[in-house]
């Protein structure tokens, strides 16, 4: 006979349970039906066993039961309904309440490995701290009231990002209304241009149009007289040719000199059609041309979603000032805060760039580039060594900053600076743009992108980024 140790008895399921175990899905039978093979199953396990079968075969032996309805084993139910109950019943009453090991009752807590015990446990635990159940229970719903303090913090932490996401929501709806009434009141604007355009060529051409018929009517009515005096004169003639013969023959050098018409023959008129050329021949690129005067190119476009709450922007992202109070931004990682800078709208990573920036008379200022990567949610120091190549203005003094800051002697006070990029040389340079005369130059390698920094300080005399001539070569 095979022996079994004592786990394996206590590991193995009762013969009871292995009786009311389907042998399909493993589990107690749930509403068990009969076969005419004696072998019962769960309705929806022998359902499914036949499901796309063209032959209903019993799972287990294999008989085919084609045609043979399933009955209800309800005293097979009934059997696994009371084992549940039964189960369930030993479960609370037994094996939580009492040690599985030793099946006596818990009167004991050990500290360290955090679980109860029975009296005959104690050897198992030997150099813990024991302590009665009843003095446990306060010790483990300390520690857990503290991890619900942990968890309701981090709970809390959830909400108020949770809030600031709706905040961001509302603040997304609030930039694509005013985004959307910018760019319609800029179409509109524009679509004046073009109407007044359009009109002002109507008016030309229209111009045009009566000026030509006015030359053209005027020749018609001349040539209009001229025909009119022909005709009077062939019917004179024609009377006089009806006069008696020696009368006519009297006459006839006369009339002969009268027929003979001395007048210039009219002329085909040059230029009188309309210069369609002009007025239709690139037309497109003609109301483009014209259009320059109406648009402004800025090299730099600052970024609204980069910019300190402390400062204010202009409706076109060309300037940048304090602001009054600090204004209610989305809390994003691009922003700065709380240093009051903002960046351009765009990086560069190659090429050549160049923009210049009116600065006034503001008695503080920073301008250059940095790179992407500047830290933008605490102070820090505005060196190279942060990413950040510029020169600036504070306390009356000019300094390129660097580490440590590198005094730049001017002769004037600059208004207008003129920033140039060269990424391929790795320069960055600065200029007065007044007497077009250079401040200072960087040298350094530029690894990633580079962004246009602006910091306009707490003035109110704002910083303004100057629009680029647009030039057209024609080849």
């Known amino acids: 006979m095979e022996e079994y140790s004592d786990e394996d008895i206590t590991d193995r399921p009762s013969l009871l349970e292995s009786d009311l175990t389907c042998p399909v899905c493993k589990d107690i039978f749930k509403e068990p039906v009969l076969l005419s093979c004696s072998h019962s199953f769960c309705q929806e396990c022998l359902e499914a066993s036949w499901k796309n079968q063209a032959k209903h075969l019993c799972p287990l032996c294999r008989k085919c039961c084609d045609g043979e309805t399933p009955i209800n084993n309800r005293a097979l139910k009934n059997t696994c309904a009371s084992y549940k109950k039964e189960r369930s019943w030993r479960g609370t009453c037994i094996d939580e309440l009492m040690c599985g090991l030793h099946q006596r009752p818990f009167q004991l807590f050990c500290i360290k490995d955090e679980e109860p015990v029975c009296v005959d446990c104690v050897t198992l635990h030997s150099g813990h701290d024991l302590c009665p159940v009843d003095k446990g229970v306060p010790i483990c719903k300390e520690e857990l009231g503290l991890k619900i303090k942990i968890l309701e913090t981090k709970q809390g932490s959830f909400k108020r990002m949770k809030n600031k996401y709706k905040e961001t929501i509302t603040f997304i709806e609030a930039q694509t209304q005013e985004a959307e009434k910018q760019i319609k009141e800029e179409f509109e604007r524009l679509h004046q241009i073009l109407k007044n355009e359009e009109e002002s060529r109507i008016t030309a051409l229209k111009a045009e149009e009566t000026e030509k018929k006015k030359i053209l009517e005027e020749k018609i009515e001349s040539i209009s007289h001229d025909i009119s005096n022909l005709g009077e004169l062939i019917q004179s003639v024609k009377r006089e040719m009806g006069a008696e013969d020696l009368t006519f023959l009297q006459n006839f050098q006369k009339l002969k000199r009268r027929a003979q018409y001395t007048g210039e023959e009219p002329q085909k008129a040059q230029g009188v059609l309309i210069n369609m050329a002009l007025h239709v021949g690139g037309l497109g690129y003609k109301v483009w041309e014209s259009m320059q005067s109406h648009v402004q190119c800025l090299p730099v476009i600052l970024d609204p979603n980069t910019i300190s709450p402390w400062l204010s922007m202009s409706p076109d992202f060309s300037s940048v000032k304090e602001s009054l109070e600090r204004q209610s931004f989305p809390d994003n990682p691009e922003r700065f805060d709380p240093c009051v800078f903002v960046l351009g709208s765009e990086g560069f990573s190659s090429g050549r760039h160049r923009w210049e920036v009116h600065v006034a008379d503001n008695p503080k200022w920073i301008l250059g580039v940095c790179r992407e990567s500047v830290i933008r949610k605490r102070k820090f120091t505005v060196t190279t060594t942060a990413g950040v190549w510029t020169i600036g203005l504070s306390k009356g003094v000019y300094n ?45 390698k530029f690894n990633g992108k580079l962004f246009p920094i602006f910091g306009p300080g707490l003035y109110s005399t704002p910083m303004t980024i100057m629009p680029s001539k647009v030039t057209i070569h024609k080849q």
Do not use: Q
């Open 400 to 444: 390129a900053l660097t580490t440590p800051r590198t005094l730049i002697h001017l002769e004037r006070r600059p208004e207008t600076i003129r920033i140039k990029v060269n990424m391929e040389k790795g320069e960055v340079s600065f200029w007065d743009t007044g007497n077009n005369k250079h401040l200072c130059t960087y040298t350094d």
